[in-house]
């Protein structure tokens, strides 16, 4: 890979994929919207050109990309957590612009599409056949991720461009200011708050970022086309034992809350965490334990959640 594209290039994984692109010498156009959180986040580098675009314009993408490049990453996608995943509108249009992503790629001469897949797309599966009133307003991100998922592999693959959708586990890391589990639980702990849990007792598996960057570098290099990769540690346990670590190193002294929160989601079994296809075809394996993930973020969110640049 000589050179690559990158949607949503200030959220969470996707800058850290484009730090770890430019580590390897590839040259990196990083697709954003905001100009000035872009300057905030990346340091000048000979091989990093920003992109200003959004994907409601009529623009063609590859009237701003003249080169030819080799992989596309797309991560731009709104409305991940709180009251934007369950607008329908939103989720309706990350749809849409995935696809209006894929009618780029050709002229971008583009040779393998990678998106960013979710647990939350297997969830859905498995929920949706269950014969019972759905009243979960966070189905309307996960259905939209299964529908891009889906119709973005067609649009992809008519073309003859390699298609390739890595299902995260779950991850978290520095620069993520999200309402979600672990980010928003450290923060309750280094406050002194007892955060409150479900039971916890169904399997989970956190991935930190800059493995997650690790993983998806991996792919647009070594990956094998259409193939079904997890990106997650490899090792699946119950989610109370993440929690519990995570309390004895951000606030041993504060405790912890088990079978205070109501549970509705799905108990996924230990197939949806196999990373074997991964570590095969890629040579991939994590290189940040969770305990240590779990340290860099307490230390980060003490010391102010500044924004580190890249």
Known sequence: MKSAIVTGATGLIGRWVVAELLKHQIKVYAVVRDKKKADRIFHAHKNLHIVIYDFHSDISLS????????????????????????????????????????????????????????????????????????????????????????????????????????????????????????????????????????????????????????????????????????LGSGNCRPLREFLECMGRIVNPDVPLLFGEAPFHGIMLPAEYYDTASLSEDTGFQCEVGFEKSIQYMKEWIAAGEKDVQI
């Open 63 to 230: 009237r701003l990309i003249r080169d030819e490049t080799d992989v596309c990453y797309h991560f731009a996608w709104e409305g991940v957590c709180g009251s934007g995943a369950g607008d329908s509108a939103i989720q309706l249009s990350n749809i849409e612009h995935t696809l209006k992503l894929t009618g780029f790629l050709r002229e971008l001469h583009v040779k393998k599409f990678i998106g960013a897949g979710s647990l939350h797309e297997a969830e859905c599966l498995v929920e949706m056949q269950r014969e019972e009133v759905s009243t979960n307003l966070g189905m309307m991100y996960k259905s939209s991720k299964l529908a891009a998922h889906y119709m973005s592999k067609v649009a992809v693959c008519r073309q003859g461009i390699e298609f390739y959708w890595p299902v995260i586990t779950n991850t978290f890391g520095i620069g993520e200011k999200t309402p979600r589990l672990v980010n928003a639980a450290i923060r309750r702990l280094i406050n002194g708050e007892s955060p409150k849990f479900t039971s916890a007792v169904q399997l989970y598996d956190f991935i930190y970022v800059t493995d997650v960057a690790r993983a998806f570098w991996l792919i647009g290099e070594k990956g094998v086309n259409c193939r079904n990769y997890i």
